[in-house]
């Protein structure tokens, strides 16, 4: 209550002043996270574009696409049903229309695997596997005596960037993309006694080292690299846990990676203040919120109120919100345009809210 009253004074005061706030000042990013759509379903996002992201000032969308797209360069990797090349300038152009900055993800590192079934990564080059003596089950269950949730690549392998690499590029060229956002969250397998190259190294370095790896590949091309930070933060100083934080040492790379990296911060169950410490460390951030409303409402307000009270310096780390979806594209529409959702707890319900919020103490609300 009383961190909203502050902001509301600051906003009132600069009113009075007769300066107008834009929602561009408040929150300088203000994104979606969401998987990109099947071929089938791009025009009805681009329609969600032009009727919901554009009226609601979204200015940042994240796309997951992964191996859903009809990769040139590697076809061995493309999923099914990808994405053409056609598919994808549809999505773009409606996104420059409305100045929305779209960045294209590829999981890196981590999220190689999901539950039985390995990525398309891992699925033809079994040799990247960090883990290869963890075998997945047919009816996976959390926890394990594997410790498996997803199985990563080993970064140390000679030749997995050549690949990862080629795909990453062709995928930013068809997204016309000045940045690409690598995941790197919730990576459980890193440095395993067992890897014959990885075996003994510090977690925190060998992290490090591919984040550093990836971001220097990308400035060749003027790109941007965009992670997930929840490997960046201790998970037990911090009590936020082995999921939204790190317990197997990799929160020390903080200080040896890039500080140009963007940091997506993301935390679902309570409005974690951890931002102010990313910033601190010299990095831009976004919060990212997930479903509970709540939690997401008190992201926008905390975010404003970070901004308000900092220094300038501080402030430009400080950059927004993005609000995440992690069920289907198709679905989250279909929940979205019904209306059949929980009003308190739903990805629709978060997204209308936290963008509500965004504007609720500019000029033009």
């Known amino acids: ?22 929602t561009e000042e408040l929150l300088p990013v ?13 025009d009805r996002f681009v329609k969600f574009i032009h009727e919901e992201l554009a009226p609601r000032q979204v200015n940042v969308l994240i796309l997951r696409v992964d191996y859903r797209y009809k990769y040139k360069s590697r076809p061995e990797l493309q999923g099914s049903n990808p994405l053409s090349k056609r598919d994808v300038r ?3 152009q409606a996104c420059h229309q409305h100045d929305i900055r779209i960045i294209p993800q590829v999981n890196l590192l981590g999220h190689q695997s999901w539950h039985s079934t390995p990525s398309m990564l891992l699925k033809v080059y079994p040799e990247f596997d960090e883990t290869p003596h963890v075998e997945l089950p047919d009816e996976y269950q959390w926890p394990n005596d594997d410790g498996l949730y997803c199985k990563s690549y080993c970064p140390l392998h000679p030749d997995v960037h050549g690949v990862v690499f080629d795909i990453v590029d062709e995928i930013c060229d068809a ?26 190294k510090d977690k925190a370095s060998l992290f490090a080292g591919e984040v550093s790896l990836i971001r220097d590949h990308l400035s060749k091309e003027n790109r941007e690299l965009w992670i997930w930070g929840d490997r960046l933060l201790d998970g037990k100083t911090t009590g936020l846990g082995l999921w939204e934080a790190s317990e197997n040492d990799t929160y020390r790379a903080i200080d040896m990676i890039p500080t140009d990296v963007f940091i997506c911060d993301w935390h679902y169950e309570r409005p974690d203040p951890t931002p102010v410490y990313f910033a601190t460390k010299g990095f831009r951030v976004a919060v990212c919120p997930y479903k509970k409303v709540e939690v997401g409402i008190g992201h926008v307000q905390n975010m404003q109120y970070f901004r308000e009270v900092s220094h300038p310096k501080m402030r430009e780390n400080l950059q927004g919100v993005i609000q995440t979806v992690w069920t289907g594209c198709e679905q989250f529409m279909n929940e979205y345009y019904s209306g059949d959702y929980d009003p308190q707890i739903s990805e629709s319900a978060s997204f209308k809210a936290v963008f509500a919020e965004m504007t609720l103490n500019t000029a033009d609300k």
Do not use: W
Request: glycine share 10%.
């Open 175 to 200: 997204f016309q993309a000045d940045a690409f956002h690598a995941g790197m969250d919730e990576v459980f397998y890193i440095g395993d006694d067992n890897c014959p190259r990885c075996s003994g």
């Open 1 to 22: 209550m009383i961190r909203l009253t502050i902001l509301l004074l600051f906003t009132f005061s600069f009113q009075a002043m007769g300066q107008q706030i834009t």
């Open 90 to 92: 549809k999505l773009v």
């Open 30 to 42: 203000r994104g979606l996270s969401i998987a990109a759509p099947s071929p089938d379903g791009v």
